[in-house]
């Protein structure tokens, strides 16, 4: 008798759960790994994914209702569009996001995934849909002022001669949609753009010279790789222009170690006429970053352990002064805060970021250093975004790139997190525009 | 339900034919209702999109009310009896309709709620006849005919689950139809001119249906036939 008490008791379980679990028709889960909720400058595009099953008993002609801004990427083992699925049938729907074409108030919701409405008619029907759960829904904002605009993060990739460029989200700092952009380099360490913003310039260490590339103003991309002329360098491994561009220095790791300095053609970027500065405070410079002014120079020398702060006037660079700042451990890179009040100094022997006080006494000398955040190893710098509030650590070790958040106040590195950016070959030097 | 309505209709015109003594009655009747009927039922809104709506048939009540005009004959069948017979018009608040959906009329679907409001109203040919024995309470029946509106309204439907996506909502629409009551209960005389009544009333409303979804391509759509009502009725009769 116990026993068909438990029987029946189990049965009406049963019969309740069939009756009350309800499932979606059409079940959307997003793919591992895929990001649904996004804060997009409006300059950017994102990808996303999600696996639809069709858990009915009916084989059917699918389709997903039109977002404004976003797009079905078919092909490759995707949906197409329409779809077909039998019972249990899955496939991945890709989605690109276009943040230009997504409406100011956003995304909120969907994919929804609808049956056709006939054989002949592949609008959805709106009698029977399905869509994610509530938090596996596309959020997606766009912003839209002008100082979170979205910048790409350009990354040397030291070890295969390229350069990787990807979306840096102002508002999370992560990397994505990261791709090649630039090959046929050479052991490029020092990467980066004039300042008119229209061409990108990779110091090529193991090939002793200089290439400029054109830079697609829209896209980020670049393109038209070629040699930039000049001479004299030897093991160059910096990027550094004048304020108005007419100039480019590089500092040379090889030889007696020397900053050159190089007029720019203003058309086509070539270089031409260089000078070799030397200095007895210069030691294996590795790198070299110059003051929003263009007064003084940064140099970074790595066998002494020094930082050189020299004057600059035109293709001038002298009177250097190595005597300030401390900790420094084979300095590898020096990158200024756009604020021009912080010092960054990665270095390879102690694998460590110092943050050093810029004075504002017309010095420009190094004070207060102290070791920040940052898991930087091996070669190369670390790259601000615009706003001088996240900065970019090079990891070759891990052949990854780190973010981390600046305290603008004191340039402290905190919250340091890997960038998801993916693709990196021996990451050196960062550049964000 | 039909025939014996009929027949009690019947034998009340019959029994206010004969009368000998003619006075006028004004009844007005609140009540309190509640409705059944609902049934499962499983509809093609599209050619191949079938859904399921279940019957949840624990409605609540609503309040309703009845006007009565008519003649009223005393001393029928040995003076044991009063007819009284005229016209009765009726309107009933909102009845609630309810149950789940199961798409693709399976079970394992069952993603919504769905609620919708019928407002009916009636005119019909009333008569009652009512005990004339002395008592404090004489007894009496009612019986009524004629035809009813009944308004099917504010479609609702509430997912059960997030993924779920809510359908196009069926339109609004008004039915007539043919409806009877009958009804027993119990009646005081208060004074020369007033009376009144506690009884209960068993209605059949006909039926309701809601009309079909904007870009619906079949016409399908919820609809209970007949809709059953029932009544708790206070009334107050002035003779005059």
């Given at each position: 008798m116990k026993q068909y008490k438990i029987i029946i008791a189990c049965m009406l379980m049963l019969a309740s759960s069939v009756l009350y679990a309800g499932q979606p028709p059409f079940s959307i889960i997003p793919v591992a790994g895929s990001t649904t909720s996004f804060l997009l400058p409006g300059n950017f595009t994102e990808t996303t994914s999600y696996q639809v099953t069709n858990q009915t008993k009916t084989k059917r002609i699918l389709t997903m209702v039109p977002i404004t801004g976003i797009n079905q990427v078919t092909g490759s083992g995707n949906c197409a569009n329409p779809f077909i699925l039998s019972p249990g049938q899955s496939c991945t729907l890709a989605l690109t996001i276009n943040a230009s074409q997504v409406p100011a108030t956003g995304i909120n919701g969907g994919p929804v995934i609808c049956k056709t409405k006939a054989a002949n008619n592949n609008a959805p029907d709106p009698f029977l849909c399905s869509q994610p759960d509530v938090e596996s829904r596309l959020a997606i904002s766009v912003t839209t002022s002008l100082v979170t605009v979205g910048q790409y993060a350009y990354i040397a990739n030291q070890f295969d001669n390229t350069v990787s460029f990807c979306q840096a989200n102002p508002a999370t700092g992560l990397l994505t949609q990261c791709s090649v952009t630039a090959t046929g380099l050479s052991g490029l360490e020092g990467i980066g753009f004039n300042p008119a913003g229209t061409l990108f310039y990779s110091a090529n260490a193991s090939s002793n010279s200089i290439s400029v590339c054109q830079l697609n103003q829209s896209t980020g991309a670049l393109s038209g790789c070629i040699d930039a002329g000049g001479s004299g360098f030897n093991l160059p491994n910096a990027i550094a222009f004048s304020p108005d561009g007419t100039i480019l220095y590089t500092s040379n790791l090889g030889g007696s170690a020397s900053v050159s300095a190089c007029l720019v053609n203003?058309?086509?970027?070539q270089l031409s006429a260089c000078v070799t500065n030397n200095s007895p405070t210069f030691s294996a410079s590795a790198d070299m970053a110059l003051n929003a002014s263009g007064t003084l120079a940064y140099v970074a020398n790595r066998s002494a352990n020094t930082i050189s702060v020299c004057n600059v006037s035109a293709q001038v660079v002298n009177s250097c002064n190595d005597l300030s700042g401390s900790g420094f451990n084979e300095p590898e890179g020096v990158t200024i805060s756009p604020d021009g009040l912080h010092a960054y100094i990665a270095n390879a022997g102690s694998k460590q970021i110092i943050v050093c006080d810029i004075l504002?006494?017309?010095?420009g000398l190094l004070a207060n250093c102290s070791a920040t955040n940052g898991a930087f190893d091996g070669t190369g710098n670390v790259g601000l975004n615009n706003l001088g509030t996240l900065a970019y650590v090079p990891n070759q070790l891990l052949n990854a790139v780190f973010v981390c958040n600046v305290t603008k106040v004191n340039g402290e590195l905190s919250?340091?997190?890997?960038?998801?950016?993916?693709?990196?070959?021996?990451?050196a030097g960062v550049v964000l525009h | 339900m039909f025939r014996p309505t009929i027949v009690l209709f019947g034998f009340l015109l019959s029994s206010a034919a004969f009368a000998t003594e003619d006075q006028y009655v004004v009844g007005l009747t609140p009540g309190w209702d509640w409705v059944s009927g609902n049934k499962t039922q499983t509809l093609n809104l599209e050619p191949d999109v079938q859904k399921t709506y279940t019957a949840n048939n624990n409605t609540k009540s609503f309040p309703s009310l009845e006007f009565f005009l008519g003649w009223q004959k005393a001393h029928l069948l040995k003076h044991k009896l009063i007819g009284q017979i005229g016209v009765d018009i009726a309107a009933a608040g909102n009845a609630k309709l309810k149950g789940n959906i199961w798409d693709e009329a399976?079970?394992?679907?069952?993603?919504f709620t769905y609620s919708y409001q019928v407002q009916h109203t009636q005119v019909a040919i009333k008569g009652r006849l009512i005990g004339d024995c002395g008592l404090m309470f004489e007894p009496y029946i009612s019986g009524s005919i004629g035809v009813g509106f009944n308004r099917a309204y504010n479609f609702t439907i509430n997912p059960l689950i997030s993924p779920a996506v809510v359908a196009p909502l069926f339109h609004s629409n008004t039915t007539s139809s043919f409806i009877y009551t009958i009804g027993i209960g119990l009646q005081k005389s208060l004074s020369q001119h007033f009376q009144a009544a506690i009884g209960y009333e068993f209605a059949n409303w006909g039926k309701t249906q809601l009309s079909r979804a904007t870009g619906q391509t079949t016409n399908q759509a919820p609809s209970v036939n007949p809709l059953y009502a029932q009544q708790i009725q206070l009334s107050l009769y002035y003779i005059f």
């Open positions: 203003a058309t086509s970027g504002q006494d017309g010095t919250s340091c997190l890997p960038s998801t950016g993916t693709g990196f070959v021996g990451p | 399976d079970p394992a679907f069952n993603d």
